[in-house]
């Protein structure tokens, strides 16, 4: 990696704060509260690719965001049988977002790979993620210190992989694509829209389950990102 890189942007879900850990907590403790009589791991089966599935299609603005919070929880209960009404999914849609981000558990070796990468770049996140969430996931995880820039693609209008995001966070960085570095766990939002804008790209590929491209950089671990930069 040539070593003319000044600014690091990261995505923050899926690569520096650990999603699904953190996502099983909050249904846990929401699915209590709510007297939900499922078991949280057959929920999670169905849950987490549907989930998926429906942030690709926000991303590409199939479908809104109320749509989204809806459909992941209606379509998750029906695949377990169990009977809910629209007024409860509407509560635990609520109920999700505000305590997500009572629970904070990062990646390995993501305190040590920013407190490494601070004394030698301007670090960034960008994300996809919900505005009012992500910013109090940044604070109580205690990764606010290190980011000079949050860009919520929220606050651009767009998500990523749109090349407007990339673009709007290197403007209000003030960097230069060639002299920046996108690291993230999506090919289609973090890694291939950032290559399009001339950004360099790493991607983190944290389970053996998700394909790599031996064109691309790729880590299975956070702190091998030492060796690139």
């Known amino acids: 990696m040539p070593m003319e890189i000044e600014h690091v942007f990261f995505d923050l879900d899926h690569t520096l704060w650990d999603f699904e850990k953190n996502s099983a907590l909050t249904f846990d403790k929401i699915f209590l509260e709510n007297k939900i009589e499922v078991k949280i791991d057959d929920f999670l089966k169905v849950y987490v690719p549907l989930n998926l599935k429906y942030w690709k299609l926000y991303r590409n603005e199939k479908v809104s965001k109320e749509e989204l919070r809806y459909a992941r929880l209606k379509k998750s209960f029906d695949a377990v049988n169990y009977t809910i009404s629209d007024a409860l999914i509407d509560k635990l849609a609520t109920a999700y977002i505000e305590n997500l981000s009572e629970f904070n558990h990062l990646f390995d070796g993501a305190l040590e790979l920013l407190d490494y990468l601070k004394k030698k770049y301007t670090l960034h996140i960008i994300t996809n993620g919900f505005e009012e969430v992500q910013n109090k996931k940044m604070i109580n995880s205690k990764l606010d210190d290190y980011f000079d820039q949050i860009i919520t693609s929220e606050s651009v209008g767009v ?10 966070a290197l403007e209000i960085a003030n960097a230069k694509k060639e002299n920046s570095i996108m ?39 956070l702190l091998e990102i030492k060796q690139y930069l």
């Open 159 to 168: 998500k990523k992989p749109n090349a407007k995001v990339f673009n709007f």
């Open 183 to 221: 690291i993230g766990d999506s090919l289609e939002a973090d890694i291939l829209g950032a290559l399009n804008v001339g950004l360099k790209a790493i991607h983190c590929v944290f389970d053996d389950e998700t394909p790599t491209d031996e064109n691309l950089i790729t880590v299975k671990k």
